[in-house]
């Protein structure tokens, strides 16, 4: 089995962790190379679910090594809870099967402050859509030569003098510009000595360990590439790269290592928090994908905005990606519907275009361009091949791999781990 990337292909919430979790039987090592805890990846076996938001997904198969990269942003508190709540399961979760890199940048209680601080200065209209949890100051630290890293936490002297010397600065903006409560260095430092030490034993050399494999790793990427702090819909986006070329300077090692690459694309598109969504559906449609999808966040609850599959979307996705094949995943939630729409191009300042616009906010200001399909009623759920798809829903795969060039490897039609092919 070759070395495996999965990547998100939309704005996230694609489904990545329950293919993952399909991959992981046959990997040797499962990595998270991006993000932090503001990824949530549900999983469902047995009728039995499972969010998580730091450890790989395919922790809940046994003997699997699960690693966190050095491009993942750490809640060292959040990974101690996973960790109990896995346990509490009777999963595995000893430092025998599990290793954080010791150059993983790690997230503090001021990162969260100054998250939350920002976020409740701006008008409505100006409100990125955080999810509060720090993920932006600590790689912001992280650019500024002055995070903390995991492998600090051997170091009870450096890491006290580290927050120390980033509370000086962070200080006089939460009092003087932000109008809140300063933090003393002493009490955040007395807060994360004890995680810290519960941690140490988890960290290792993850580039060392990924080598190790020998071809049989599974990269997870968290967010979807619409999210990209480069490539996505900027402002509006994430902090890290969640392309695929990042998967290898996120968890160190070759690029000539990533071999197969799966990008996971939702039958149609979704959308958590602030930001342009062309093919937004507000109205009947809209309600009867977020309805059947059970659409909202894993992490934060919010309820998704929901719309049909943009191909234009998908199309930069996979030049920027250069997937091998598609997952598509939630064809299910399409059953019942008459006729189904997926956008084929925009029509943007009086052109026809078949990529998102390169302007800050163009893809606000384009008008998605349709061709409406037959729908189906077949109840797909129990679908376990191709030939077992009704006509139409095939019809709808094939126009997909038409319009994006790819060929489709995976279909989903339900939660549970069985519900695939």
Not at 37 to 44: D, K
Not at 321 to 349: H, R, W
Not at 402 to 413: D, H, P, R, T
């Amino acid at each position: 089995m070759a070395n495996i990337v999965v990547f998100g292909s939309q704005w996230g919430d694609e489904g990545k962790g329950k293919i993952v979790d399909m991959l992981a039987e046959k990997s040797d090592a499962i990595v998270r190379f991006q993000g932090g805890n503001n990824a949530g990846h549900t999983l469902v076996v047995d009728g039995e679910q499972c969010i998580l938001h730091l450890i790989p997904s395919g922790v809940l198969h046994p003997g699997k090594q699960c690693l966190i990269g050095n491009g993942v942003v750490l809640d060292p508190v959040v990974f101690c809870e996973e960790l109990d709540k896995l346990a509490a399961k009777g999963v595995d979760v000893s430092p025998a099967r599990m290793m954080v890199s010791k150059k993983t940048h790690v997230i503090l209680p001021y990162h969260c402050h100054m998250d939350a601080a920002r976020e409740g200065a701006k008008s409505s209209d100006g409100k990125i859509g955080t999810t509060g949890r720090g993920i932006g100051p600590c790689y912001e630290d992280k650019m500024s030569r002055c995070g903390i890293r995991a492998g600090d936490f051997s170091n009870p002297e450096l890491l006290k003098a580290k927050i120390t010397t980033a509370l000086v600065e962070k200080n006089v903006l939460f009092e003087h510009l932000y109008g809140v409560e300063p933090l003393d260095a002493e009490a955040v430092f007395n807060e994360i000595l004890p995680v810290a030490e519960r941690v140490l034993p988890y960290l290792g050399d993850v580039s060392s360990a990924i080598q190790e494999a020998q071809g049989h790793v599974l990269f997870e990427g968290a967010q979807g590439t619409h999210l990209d702090i480069d490539h996505g819909t900027y402002p509006f986006v994430t902090s890290s790269n969640t392309v695929t070329a990042n998967a290898a300077s996120g968890s160190g090692c070759s690029p000539r290592d990533l071999e197969r690459i799966i990008a996971i694309v939702k039958a149609y598109t979704t959308r958590v928090g602030s930001g342009p969504f062309p093919t937004e559906q507000f109205e009947e449609d809209g309600t009867y994908l977020q309805t059947h999808g059970h659409e909202f966040g894993a992490t934060t609850g919010r309820k998704r905005r929901c719309g049909w599959l943009d191909l234009v979307v998908l199309k930069e996705s996979v030049r920027l990606n250069g997937p091998t094949e598609l997952a598509i995943t939630k064809l299910d939630v399409l059953s019942g519907l008459k006729e189904v729409k997926l956008c084929v191009a925009y029509e943007y300042n009086g052109e026809r275009i078949a990529y998102p616009p390169q302007e800050q906010n163009g893809l606000a200001h384009v008008t998605p361009v349709y061709e409406t399909m037959p729908g189906w009623d077949e109840d797909i759920t129990g679908a376990r091949s191709w030939d077992d798809l009704p006509a139409n829903a095939v019809a709808y795969l094939k126009r997909i791999e038409a319009v994006s060039g790819v060929k489709i490897g995976i279909v989903s039609v339900g939660p549970d781990r069985v519900q695939t092919f």
